[in-house]
């Protein structure tokens, strides 16, 4: 049974740029809407049983279970597991992984420049989403949005930094102000400086 995990942090940890309001619904209702659904499709399937949902994920294609189960998994497996990262690389203080900082700066030129290319395709992106730094499947960082749910694992990509673009993720302070949102949500990501 997956379960949701605890946040790292309390609802207003991440306050003025991420209102307590906001976390609390996305993460006790959003999150745990996709987690209860995600659940309700593996009790079909008990050989998946205490698999990683990155790795049912990584296989989805291969996966013997109904092309409609695959999509709720596909959907809400990475509903969840996208969810879960994006708590985890944010907080109230930063503590910079050096060795992605020297990896960022060797890839785009320097952080400065990493965050403008990030802000700039999580701004254009349309409809709801991800926005994603990951490693790809030549070992090389990359910047991409997804669509919904949509995961790296889904085509082996290993998430490093994600930004949330679904309305409920900013919209009671942002309202339609995505690029607000994602402006001062470099403010509470901890990973770089």
């Known amino acids: 049974m997956i379960t949701i995990p605890k946040l ?6 991440l306050e003025p740029y991420i209102d307590a309001r906001t976390m609390e619904i996305h993460h006790d ?3 745990q809407t996709y987690v209860d659904k995600l659940n309700a499709v593996l009790t079909k399937y008990p050989a998946l049983a205490g698999t990683p949902v990155e790795k049912l994920l990584a296989k989805l294609s291969s996966l013997h279970m109904d092309e409609k189960d695959k999509l709720a998994l596909k959907n809400m497996g990475g509903g969840h597991i996208n969810h879960a990262f994006f708590w985890e690389v944010m907080g109230p203080k930063k503590f910079p992984d050096k060795d992605l900082v020297i990896r960022i700066t060797k890839k785009f030129g320097s952080v400065e420049e990493f965050k403008k290319i990030f802000t700039e395709t999580a701004v254009a992106h349309f409809g709801s989403g991800w926005t ?22 889904l085509v082996g990509h290993i998430p490093l930094i994600t930004l949330d673009l679904w309305e409920h993720a900013y919209y009671l302070k942002y309202q339609n102000r995505r690029a607000e949102y994602v402006a001062n ?4 990501l901890t990973l770089i400086p």
């Open 132 to 153: 994603w730094l990951v490693t790809n499947e030549k070992k090389e960082l990359e910047i991409y949005s997804t669509l919904n749910q949509d995961s790296p694992y």
């Open 29 to 31: 209702k959003h999150h």
């Open 185 to 188: 949500w470099w403010n509470v």
């Open 8 to 13: 790292p942090y309390a609802y207003d940890a």
